[in-house]
């Protein structure tokens, strides 16, 4: 590619791309409305409100990529989701179809399902069961990325991320952990592939242990390669394990099912 452009860039996926996803482009163009610091070599420095259409659109102008990560992460009051999730995603895709349609890797996340239980091991058709507001925006964000496919053709890919950092850091996390380095080999696949679609891919290593179906990643090669069971005894030995009707035992959002709907 010639310009990728990374919202988001500043939160803590977004660095990770910064540093490891130069490869893929001549120039990594980095937004988000927090400080990203100096542009490094290769890079553009864009200050950008994804709630804001006019600067969405100048954003997105000349890029051939978009990993978009940016907007609200976690459970927050209505307002916030709406501006940065609902808003933005409607101004990221009016803004590709307007500057010819380039390539979305959309973080989308494993909250988009986060009342199903932990006991059941479910595929990308399984009807959505948002566990939150946030989750909530991301289904309505995979439901934008299929309209626009359907509608004019533009190629998304919906990752359902489940926990993406170091080394897993509590139980939950020993079956929705994606490392860095998978996370980085995602990326590469999605933006590799000749022919990418619409498809829902949940964002996790493998695993010993799992409750998502992972076929469909198979239709863009990604073949995740690292596994959080080397972390079983360190994760055990340190976090007791919680009760059993707690909502981190029981269901796949853990703890997000139990957060209030909150307000201003």
Not at 116 to 133: F, H, M, N, S, W
Not at 194 to 222: F, H, R, Y
Request: contains cysteine; glycine residues 10%; aromatic residues 8%.
């Amino acid at each position: 590619m010639k310009r990728l452009l990374i919202t988001g860039a500043a939160g803590n996926l977004g660095q990770l791309a910064r540093a490891r996803l130069g490869h893929l482009t001549d120039v990594l163009r980095l937004s988000d409305i927090a400080d990203l610091g100096p542009a490094g070599p290769n890079e553009e420095i864009v200050t950008c409100d994804l709630g804001d259409e006019a600067a969405v659109h100048e954003l997105v102008r000349d890029c051939d990529g978009i990993l978009h990560l940016g907007g609200v992460s976690v459970e927050r009051p209505w307002d916030q989701i709406q501006r940065g999730n609902i808003t933005g995603v409607y101004n990221l895709y009016e803004a590709a179809r307007a500057h010819g349609m380039p390539r979305i890797f959309f973080a989308s996340s494993n909250h988009a399902i986060g009342y199903y239980r932990q006991d059941e091991v479910i595929d990308t058709t399984a009807p959505q069961k948002p566990d939150g507001l946030y989750g909530v925006s991301k289904c309505f964000g995979e439901a934008m990325a299929s309209l626009y496919h359907s509608k004019f053709g533009q190629e998304t890919a919906l990752i359902r991320i489940g926990s993406c950092f170091e080394k897993p850091r509590d139980r939950r996390m020993l079956a929705t952990w994606m490392s860095p380095d998978d996370f980085v080999s995602l990326v590469e696949c999605v933006f590799r592939v000749p022919m990418l679609g619409c498809p829902i891919i949940w964002g996790v290593s493998d695993n010993d242990e799992g409750w998502w179906n992972q076929e469909t990643a198979k239709l863009i090669g990604w073949r995740p390669k690292d596994n959080s069971e080397v972390y079983r005894q360190e994760i055990e030995a340190a976090a007791p394990c919680p009760p059993k009707h707690a909502p981190e035992s029981v269901y796949q959002g853990g703890k997000f099912t139990s957060e209030p709907i909150y307000k201003d």
